[in-house]
């Protein structure tokens, strides 16, 4: 009876050993830019000025608010002019996300805003 449960014992701390060293994957990290959702960070960031699908709201557009699902504009802006954007803002009307949005967060929005883009 003992040696059983010395056995148990020591199945159950080899399997508690083994759990404490496994290490979560970065696709598994909060932190990781496969774990940030870009169209849920633009939904609730983005779409009260640009619209859910990025072409922008009439008061916005009638202040110079570009359609970011438009060919042209997204051929015209590389991904880091994109970021950059986001980061610090532009204009008197984009307010700058740097102290609102981690770097993985800035990354997926731009490719959510890439995603955007009308065929």
């Known amino acids: 009876m003992r040696i059983l449960k010395l ?4 199945a159950a701390g080899a399997m508690c050993l ?4 496994v290490r979560p994957t970065a ?17 609730s960031k ?14 916005w557009k009638s202040k110079g608010q570009p359609d970011l699902s438009s060919a042209d504009w997204q051929k ?8 950059e954007i986001v980061k610090n803002g532009k204009g008197k009307y984009m ?9 993985d967060e800035v990354n997926a929005v731009v490719a959510h805003v890439r995603s955007l883009k009308k065929r």
């Open 95 to 103: 307010p700058s996300f740097k102290a609102k949005l981690s770097d």
């Open 7 to 10: 056995t148990i014992a020591a």
């Open 18 to 21: 083994v759990a404490l060293s």
């Open 46 to 59: 983005c779409a009260i000025c640009h619209g859910k699908d990025g072409a922008g709201t009439p008061n």
């Open 76 to 83: 015209s802006r590389t991904d880091a002019q994109i970021s």
């Open 27 to 43: 696709a598994s990290s909060p932190s990781s830019p496969l774990a940030v959702d870009g169209a849920s960070v633009f939904g």
